[in-house]
């Protein structure tokens, strides 16, 4: 019985060959995209999803207006991450990551990998399975972490932790540090693409980096909120308090003598303090090269003003002591000081 019911289906089959290489061919077409639909989408939602915490993690974005339209960012710049962590309650923990391609070395081996920079809870707040040596260690600046990859082209079945390695800026300068642990590689769907990982204090010394300039820009910074209502309200307070802090700034700009005596002296801690504070906004904070402003001034410029405006002493030739005793008279009084006058 079974014999004649299948010599029936290949005589039927052989009768419409075309048709049924047809239908073949689509009912395969059809598999595949499903298939392929599927993996697509898979991939898509598990994306970050390897964290435990990942639903307790947001991500502050920026947005710009483009044409009429808003943009949005995912790089902050750099204070935000002080700023919320000083300004806004409700937040757990604050964590700032950047990335750079640089150079990583160990003995002859100097290969250009993906460096990784965080803050030290990183690793408390992302998951990343330790396969070797502890995340603990990421908490010390001195160490860096390395991926299953980096470990066996560098070290092939060597152990690497407690190993040194060396990571190089873009000035060519060396930066050495010793190998804390060993995680797995970073699946495909996840925010994070380094290889290597570091504190972010590394970073900011390594690019003399100044942490409290708005127009420094990092990658990412990530809050961690527990409580899912209190993010909205985070998001408001983060709304208008960061653009009502930058346009405080936006168009004051300050500048201040150095007041150095030589090439070799340095600016007193006022100056800093005022330089760092206002450098927090979009503004400027400058301070001289030279002693003061008035090296930057050409002498015909500062004649104009005075009557008449009279030398007692030569210029010398450097921009901390090129100074011209000079009795400026301005209407009936007279006024002498040392005034730094720059030689073109």
Known sequence: MFTN???????NLARNLLFVIINIIALGLALSIAIVAYLNHKYDSDWDKSHVMAE????????????????????TPIPVGNFIGEN????????????TSSPLKLGLNNFSRNIGYADPGFMDLFTFPIVKGSAEAFKDRQNILIDETIASAYFGEEDPVGKIMSIFNDNGEEF??????????????????????TQFDNYLDMWNVDESRWRTWIAATFLHIPNAEQAETVEELLEGMVPAHKRFYAHAVMLM??????AYSHIN???????????RGPGFAWVTKGREIENYLRPELLTKSPETVQAVTPAEENDWCRCQ???????????????????Y
């Open 269 to 279: 801690d006022t100056k800093k303090r005022l330089k760092a504070e206002f450098n």
């Open 325 to 343: 005793r000079r009795t400026l008279r301005i209407g009936s009084s007279a006024l002498k000081s040392s005034q730094r006058i720059q030689t």
């Open 176 to 197: 050495t540090y010793t190998v804390g642990a060993v995680f797995e590689d970073l699946p495909l769907n996840t925010s994070f693409q380094f290889r290597v990982l």
């Open 5 to 11: 019911y299948l010599k029936v289906t290949l005589r």
């Open 56 to 75: 307790e993690i947001y991500k502050v974005n920026f947005t710009h207006e483009i044409q009429g339209r808003q943009q949005s960012y995912g790089a």
């Open 88 to 99: 806004i309650s409700g937040v757990e923990a604050v964590i700032r990551f950047h990335g």
């Open 257 to 262: 003598d150095s007041d150095k005596s030589s």
